[in-house]
């Protein structure tokens, strides 16, 4: 069983944009090399390898139905989605590390409500209105992956049920 996350933004930026600032960002920092362009996280049915090999790609969102668990549970409707695909036989936690990498500074150059979930069950982190909370949770959220944080949160832990 693969193991996915999702962050899906509510945004004006196209997925092309938000593909290029996450291209740059994990080049920047590492955890890409320069085969992930913005080209290749964008294009559908590809995705980039991480350094670690999650795979990553970023696709726009077509409009979702109103049950639609983040528009009927969270209260916005995601127009770009990023998604991480853990990669087999690498610790997983180390991978959940460089996801964060590249999410804590992609918040910081995206505007817009953003929800980091596991396959709508659990959500790791929540933007709405421009605050930024994340799930309080001391396996989802150690010391290390905290730090890795750049912008003002709160520890408040959040579900897809209607809020």
């Known amino acids: 069983m693969a193991i996915d996350y999702d962050l899906d933004i509510a945004t004006s930026?196209?997925?092309v944009d938000v593909a290029a600032r996450l291209s740059e960002?994990?080049?920047?920092n590492g955890?890409?090399?320069?085969?992930?362009?913005?080209e290749r996280l964008a294009e559908r049915g590809t995705f980039a390898l991480s350094r670690l090999g999650t795979s990553i790609s970023v696709l726009p969102q077509a409009t979702p139905h109103p049950w639609h668990p983040?528009?009927?549970g969270l209260g916005f409707t995601p127009t770009v989605g990023v998604g991480f695909r853990v990669?087999?036989?690498v610790e997983v936690s180390d991978q959940e590390d460089d996801m964060i990498r590249?999410?804590?500074?992609?918040?910081?150059?995206?505007?817009?409500?953003?929800?980091?979930?596991?396959?709508?069950?659990v959500i790791w982190l929540l933007r709405r209105n421009g605050e930024l909370s994340l799930n309080e949770r001391d396996d989802?959220?150690?010391?290390?992956r905290l730090a890795l944080m750049t912008q003002p949160y709160?520890?408040?832990?959040?579900?897809m049920d209607s809020e």
Request: glycine share 8%; aromatic share 8%.
């Open 31 to 38: 955890v890409f090399d320069v085969s992930a362009t913005a």
């Open 70 to 72: 983040i528009v009927e």
């Open 25 to 28: 960002i994990g080049r920047g």
């Open 140 to 144: 989802i959220w150690p010391p290390q």
């Open 102 to 121: 590249l999410v804590s500074p992609l918040l910081e150059r995206v505007e817009g409500d953003a929800v980091l979930h596991f396959q709508y069950e």
């Open 87 to 89: 990669a087999k036989g």
């Open 154 to 159: 709160r520890r408040e832990t959040h579900s």
């Open 13 to 15: 930026a196209s997925a």
